[in-house]
């Protein structure tokens, strides 16, 4: 049974075009944008890698507030237990399994037809780093894993890139700006602050649940300090790792207005992450699951498909033209054009890997 196509039947009419003075006239009114501000906006490239709860709630700010050009990085697809929080999708979205990086473009272009989305059905690599993030003047942290923060972190500060770190658990939202342009005005880096990732178990939402509001605390925060970078007025970034838990009003501020000079990242400019060096199959954030991601091909879904329909122990098998799910007993395994996979139902790598390998190929 294959998925609902990506494409509509019929073209709607055109309609007429609502004016750049009208839709934005009260940001214009804020004596930090203004009409030059607002031009800048509109010429502005944003990079959101992530478009689950924070980065749904920030590529909605960024086209809203008419951020010229804003490219989506997501490697997943919507899920009924994402609509409690994600802004940018409804229940069709999850009952059609949409990648969320389509689908965040699909609902973006029905209130701002003016921005110009680059969705990429894609897991951030460091093969892919470079072609997806350097046309963007800035980059925002969506991501629910410390390996692809630190990844953006090696690139960034190869590259003078600025980003912005945020993320939510439970009622707890915290952003920091990175801003690694070699001057004087540089910040400390994601590795001076924390020089390794968390070792051992970590909170995710699966084991903490999460607020919807400190997702969009989280996000509002980004945005706006992406907002001040994108109208020329970087001296008025913060230059703290700002944390703040929305249910015990509890605050704090860690100074990172200067890099840490033994970084090895800023300081001794080794990137790790960006060779990639040891990167793992990553468990994802609030699911039972495993992405494989180690057989990049492209993948043709017709044919897959014959292939599998002929396996007695396959059943709910669906495809369109940008994925391919079926249900093999408590597993559900979703194949991307890519030749990337999501296996749910379990956290045993050994296990995700011999369905990956059985029914798709090694």
């Known amino acids: 049974m294959p998925l609902p196509t990506t494409t509509p039947d019929l073209e709607a009419p055109p309609r007429p075009r609502i004016a750049a003075e009208d839709r934005y006239s009260r940001q214009i009114l804020f004596p930090g944008i203004g009409s030059e501000g607002q031009q800048r906006l509109a010429s502005a490239h944003v990079a959101v890698v992530g478009c689950g709860a924070t980065g749904a709630a920030a590529a909605s700010l960024l086209a809203r507030a008419g951020v010229g050009t804003l490219t989506l990085i997501d490697r997943d697809f919507v899920e009924p237990s994402n ?55 800035i980059v925002l942290d ?32 915290a952003t920091m700006n990175i801003l690694p342009a070699l001057d004087s005005s540089r910040t400390a880096c994601l590795a001076c602050i924390f020089p390794k990732p968390p070792s051992g178990p970590v909170e995710t939402c699966d084991t903490s649940g999460i607020l919807s509001t400190a997702v969009n605390l989280a996000a509002s925060l980004q945005v706006t300090e992406t907002l001040k970078f994108l109208t020329g007025q970087s001296k008025a970034m913060r230059r703290t790792l700002l944390s703040f838990d929305l249910w015990s009003s509890e605050r704090s501020d860690i100074n990172t207005s200067r890099p840490n000079p033994g970084c090895t990242v800023c300081g001794q400019r080794i990137f790790t992450h960006l060779s990639g060096e040891g990167r793992p199959h990553i468990t994802l954030c609030g699911r039972n699951s495993v992405q494989i991601h180690e057989h990049h091909r492209p993948v043709d879904f017709a044919t897959m498909r014959s292939r599998l329909a002929s396996h007695s122990e396959i059943e709910d098998l669906r495809f369109n033209d940008l994925l391919l799910r079926f249900r093999r007993g408590p597993h559900t395994l979703t194949l991307f054009a890519d030749g990337r996979a999501i296996v749910q139902g379990t956290t045993d790598i050994t296990l995700a890997r011999s369905l990956y390998a059985r029914f798709i190929g090694s």
């Open 83 to 137: 609509l409690q929080r994600q802004v940018l999708f409804d229940e069709s979205d999850a009952l059609d399994a949409l990648p969320k990086a389509e689908a965040a473009r699909r609902k973006i272009a029905l209130f701002n037809s003016d921005i110009v989305v680059h969705p990429h059905i894609a897991d951030l690599v460091p093969a892919n780093i470079a072609s997806l993030l350097s046309p963007a003047h």
């Open 142 to 173: 969506a991501t629910d894993n410390f390996e692809t923060r630190y990844l953006i972190n090696d690139f960034a500060v190869q590259q003078g890139k600025p980003w912005i770190y945020a993320a939510a658990i439970g009622a707890y939202a």
